[in-house]
């Protein structure tokens, strides 16, 4: 093979200064597929102005607690060069992040593909569970600007992996680690709690895969894993008057703690890589709200970021969707 592949990781983004904030927060209510209601398009843009210039204050406090910037371009950028360099041994490939809602934009990176000549892409996005606020938003993203480019070149989509077993072995590995911050004298007794971004019941009415995705990557992280630890699924990250997915993140501490839970080891299951959601949501604010009722430690397990196994499962995903020998992937586990 001589023909340089692009493969592309499709993710949210982050705002990368809290000057940021706010206009990253107007691109993501601007999206119809967060937005979505009879009569939206008609004024969606003065509705995520509002809603961002009222949210913007508070998100920022959010954002200076955990150092002042999202690292999520940091891991996906990593995330991108170590790829490259698992499958740079197998094939010509060049790996390029596009965000959905910062930078580097999909425009960016469409032109950076249009520019080295690449003729075929991969697009892999970093939401392993599809859904259609994420994987089919950044997809439509994609292909809308590439429409705008004139850009030709074949592109295929690596829809979902929420099941593969490198990934969830990645996802093992993890929970090992934060069990390991307990007490063996104790670590018998923490219970796990699989907190993932939540999605409106709208979704999950019109037939939107997510949940269903994410059960299934938790059971077969309890079942590779052979954890045996008190488990319980749970959802974090509600925004507006509508119901979302439950049981609450928030409502789950509290009823654990209320049932005399005192070790709780927070997973964020749906995620690939730290940012908010992870490191201020769960790692500071039901933190604070855990010990205000009386859990004695709580933990919660970092995001796979530029774990090995998860670069492995991005790489073997890869190599499927090429159509890549046995061989060939004996060379690049050798590298």
């Known amino acids: 093979m001589s023909e340089r592949i692009g493969v ?9 200064s ?3 904030v706010e206009p990253f927060l107007f691109n993501l209510f601007s999206d119809p597929d967060i937005i979505d ?5 008609l004024f969606r843009k003065r509705l995520a102005k509002l809603i961002s210039t009222r949210r913007a204050p508070g998100v920022i406090k ?11 371009k940091e891991h996906t950028l990593r995330q991108a060069a170590l790829l490259e360099e698992k499958l740079l041994p197998v094939f010509p490939v060049k790996v390029y992040a596009a965000m959905r809602y910062w930078k580097p934009s999909t425009e960016e990176t469409l032109e950076a593909v249009e520019r080295d000549g690449i003729k075929k892409v991969i697009l892999l996005p970093l939401y392993p569970q599809y859904s259609v606020a994420t994987t089919a938003s950044s997809v439509k993203e994609w292909e809308k600007h590439a429409e705008v480019r004139g850009l030709r070149t074949e592109t295929e989509l690596i829809e979902s992996y929420y099941d593969h077993p490198t990934y969830i072995d990645a996802f093992v590995e993890r929970i090992q680690a934060g069990l390991e911050r307990f007490d063996p004298a104790i670590r018998d007794q923490v219970t796990i709690l699989f907190s993932a971004h939540g999605t409106p019941m709208k979704l999950v009415r019109q037939g939107d895969p997510y949940s269903t995705h994410i059960a299934r990557t938790v059971s077969e992280i309890i079942e590779r894993g052979n954890i045996t630890y008190q488990t319980t699924l ?3 990250s509600k925004v507006g008057p509508l119901k979302w997915l439950t049981p609450s993140t928030p409502d789950t501490i509290a009823r654990l703690a ?3 839970v005192r070790h709780m080891l927070l997973v964020p ?12 949501e769960l790692g500071i604010e039901y933190r604070r709200q855990a010990m205000e009722q009386g859990v004695s430690q709580y933990e919660v397990s970092e995001g796979l970021n530029d774990s090995p196994l998860f670069i492995d499962a991005l790489a073997e995903l890869v190599l499927k969707k090429m159509g890549v020998t046995d061989a060939d992937r004996g060379r690049m586990a050798s590298a």
């Open 8 to 16: 592309v990781l499709l993710n949210l983004g982050g705002p990368d």
């Open 234 to 236: 749970c959802y974090q």
């Open 269 to 280: 299951v749906a995620f690939a890589s730290d940012h908010l959601e992870t490191l201020f």
């Open 37 to 41: 209601f009879p009569g939206s398009f």
């Open 18 to 20: 809290l000057d940021a």
């Open 258 to 260: 209320a049932e005399g």
């Open 62 to 72: 959010q954002y200076r607690e955990i150092g002042g910037k999202s690292p999520l």
